[in-house]
């Protein structure tokens, strides 16, 4: 019955409000037990029963006979102490009895009564006469009867009163309750439809701890959407990039075996397609892997100090006869006093051999490609600019997403990638704590920035 969290937070609502209700019923029925009401009328009782006395006796009438005849007209206890507080006399028919001189605690409580050498409670008045002795009016403490404390005054007072309260006091812990769970049923509920395209963010309201989760599960929602739909484009994008060359290949392949291609050149050109059609697919199956490796955090960076001035140079020149055959100058730029950072060098090769790849393939003949290196606010900025055609500014969002290709002619048919380098540089940088971008206009040419951070000390 109470496996709900609204039915929980609910009873446990009632269970405390039960609880405060029964400690102040508790509370109100000693209270109207001990009758303070009634022990103050006693004491004001008193108060005029020793003002008759001490009034009476001081027109020179024997204080004792004054006392005696008090105590028998008002039904009180009379007694003299000494200036030393003992006993002088007590008007009392049960002397045997005996009440010490009464000590006021007035920081203990508020009506002052003295204990008797029984143990009984006597409420007093005590005032001390001109002559330095102390007269005493006391009676017994009033008794009240439980039974009529309980049915006359408890009873009335509380369920007029506490079961109004508790009444609505449940229906305020009812509404809490569903202000806390309702929320929270609605996460559960959309959490249920979860994995789904579809499923809505859940509304913001309840306490802050409830909006908190509420938020953070939108949001962990949003990312899963996200991840899914990145996960289907992925699957369609291999699917297609893939299409093309197992096509070429099959259909090379048939025309070896159905003898369509009969002469020793034709069957060189099938052979040729499928090595390399099927050694695109090798580098893609490789690209994917290290892309897979990246995103687990389980791929092999080293970490080791890093010349950035000798990797770039070694770069340039190992591009050096490709960009001789297609009249494109590299010239690389490094800025005095380039540190020394902490890096993996064959990553970062891997990086910028992408970069400059990219550049070639965009520059036009008597281009250049400048490779620069130099440090800006606490960290190290190698950039790789060309003179190309540059790149639309709607592209240079979707740049470094993966099989992303800005240039329309290389959709589908590119022997040289299938828009995974740049997705790979960019999880490399950031592997290494940095950040690539990129930034170009057309007709200008393209620079791509890479910011790494520099070796601590």
Same mark, same amino acid.
């Given at each position: 019955?109470?496996?709900?969290?609204? !039915?929980?937070? &609910?009873?446990?609502?009632?269970?405390?409000?039960?609880?405060?209700? %029964?400690?102040?019923?508790?509370?109100?029925?000693?209270?109207?037990?001990?009758?303070?009401? =009634?022990?103050?009328?006693?004491?004001?009782?008193?108060?005029?029963? #020793?003002?008759?006395?001490?009034?009476?006796?001081?027109?020179?009438?024997?204080?004792?006979?004054?006392?005696?005849?008090?105590?028998?007209? +008002?039904?009180?206890?009379?007694?003299?102490? !000494?200036?030393?507080? #003992?006993?002088?006399?007590?008007?009392?028919?049960?002397?045997?009895?005996?009440?010490?001189?009464? *000590?006021?605690?007035?920081?203990?409580?508020?009506?002052?009564?003295?204990?008797?050498?029984? %143990?009984?409670?006597?409420?007093?008045?005590?005032?001390?006469?001109?002559?330095?002795?102390?007269?005493?009016?006391?009676?017994?403490?009033?008794?009240?009867?439980?039974?009529?404390?309980?049915?006359?005054? +408890?009873?009335?007072?509380?369920?007029?009163?506490?079961?109004?309260?508790?009444?609505?006091?449940?229906?305020?812990?009812?509404?809490?309750?569903? &202000?806390?769970?309702?929320?929270?049923?609605?996460?559960?509920?959309?959490?249920?439809?979860?994995?789904?395209?579809?499923?809505?963010?859940?509304?913001?309201?309840?306490?802050? *701890?409830?909006?908190?989760?509420?938020?953070?599960?939108? @949001?962990?929602?949003?990312?899963?959407?996200?991840?899914? /739909?990145?996960?289907?484009?992925?699957?369609?994008?291999?699917?297609?990039?893939?299409?093309?060359?197992?096509?070429?290949? #099959?259909?090379?392949?048939?025309?070896? =075996?159905?003898?369509?291609?009969?002469?020793? *050149?034709?069957?060189?050109?099938?052979?040729?397609?499928?090595?390399? @059609?099927?050694?695109?697919?090798?580098?893609?199956?490789?690209?994917?892997?290290?892309?897979?490796?990246?995103?687990?955090?389980?791929?092999?960076?080293?970490?080791?100090?890093?010349?950035? !001035?000798?990797?770039?140079?070694?770069?340039?020149?190992?591009?050096?006869?490709?960009?001789?055959?297609?009249?494109?100058?590299?010239?690389?730029?490094?800025?005095?006093?380039?540190?020394?950072?902490?890096?993996?060098?064959?990553?970062?090769?891997?990086?910028?051999?992408?970069?400059?790849?990219?550049? =070639? /393939?965009?520059?036009?003949?008597?281009?250049?490609?400048?490779?620069?290196?130099?440090?800006?606010?606490?960290?190290?900025?190698?950039?790789?600019?060309?003179?190309?055609?540059?790149?639309?500014?709607?592209?240079?969002?979707?740049?470094?997403?993966? +099989?992303?290709?800005?240039?329309?002619?290389?959709?589908?048919?590119?022997?040289?990638?299938? %828009?995974?380098?740049?997705?790979?540089?960019?999880?490399?940088?950031?592997?290494?704590?940095?950040?690539?971008?990129?930034?170009? @206009?057309?007709?200008?040419?393209?620079?791509? *920035?890479?910011?790494?951070?520099?070796?601590?000390?």
């Amino acid at each position: 019955m109470f496996s709900s969290l609204r !039915s929980r937070l &609910w009873l446990s609502y009632a269970l405390l409000i039960v609880t405060a209700l %029964g400690i102040v019923a508790a509370t109100l029925f000693i209270y109207l037990l001990r009758n303070p009401l =009634l022990y103050r009328q006693t004491l004001e009782r008193l108060n005029a029963v #020793q003002s008759v006395v001490v009034e009476q006796s001081s027109t020179n009438k024997p204080l004792s006979n004054v006392a005696e005849k008090a105590s028998r007209t +008002f039904n009180v206890r009379i007694l003299l102490y !000494s200036q030393d507080k #003992q006993l002088i006399f007590d008007t009392s028919s049960t002397k045997k009895v005996g009440l010490p001189f009464p *000590e006021q605690r007035f920081l203990l409580r508020n009506i002052p009564y003295a204990r008797d050498e029984k %143990g009984g409670l006597w409420l007093y008045s005590v005032q001390q006469l001109p002559d330095n002795t102390y007269l005493v009016v006391t009676s017994p403490r009033p008794r009240v009867s439980v039974v009529k404390v309980f049915t006359e005054d +408890f009873m009335p007072l509380f369920l007029r009163s506490g079961l109004l309260a508790l009444l609505l006091s449940l229906v305020v812990a009812f509404f809490f309750a569903r &202000w806390i769970a309702d929320p929270l049923q609605k996460v559960v509920l959309a959490a249920r439809q979860n994995p789904s395209a579809e499923i809505k963010p859940v509304e913001v309201h309840g306490p802050h *701890e409830v909006r908190e989760l509420t938020r953070a599960f939108n @949001e962990m929602t949003a990312r899963t959407q996200a991840s899914q /739909k990145s996960q289907r484009e992925f699957v369609a994008n291999v699917s297609h990039e893939l299409k093309t060359p197992l096509t070429s290949v #099959q259909g090379f392949a048939q025309a070896i =075996l159905d003898g369509t291609a009969d002469t020793k *050149e034709s069957q060189q050109q099938a052979a040729q397609v499928i090595f390399d @059609e099927s050694a695109r697919m090798h580098r893609m199956v490789l690209d994917l892997l290290d892309l897979a490796r990246l995103d687990a955090g389980t791929a092999d960076i080293t970490m080791s100090p890093l010349n950035m !001035s000798a990797l770039l140079n070694a770069i340039a020149e190992k591009f050096t006869p490709q960009s001789q055959r297609a009249g494109v100058n590299i010239k690389v730029e490094i800025a005095n006093s380039l540190p020394t950072i902490s890096a993996d060098g064959d990553r970062l090769a891997q990086v910028f051999t992408n970069l400059v790849d990219n550049a =070639l /393939k965009f520059t036009p003949r008597d281009g250049m490609i400048l490779l620069h290196a130099s440090t800006v606010k606490g960290e190290m900025l190698i950039s790789v600019s060309d003179t190309g055609a540059g790149i639309p500014l709607d592209a240079q969002a979707h740049i470094f997403d993966r +099989f992303y290709q800005a240039d329309p002619a290389r959709k589908g048919g590119d022997k040289h990638g299938a %828009g995974l380098g740049l997705a790979i540089a960019r999880e490399i940088v950031q592997a290494h704590g940095g950040r690539i971008g990129v930034r170009s @206009e057309l007709g200008k040419g393209t620079s791509f *920035e890479v910011f790494l951070p520099l070796m601590r000390k």
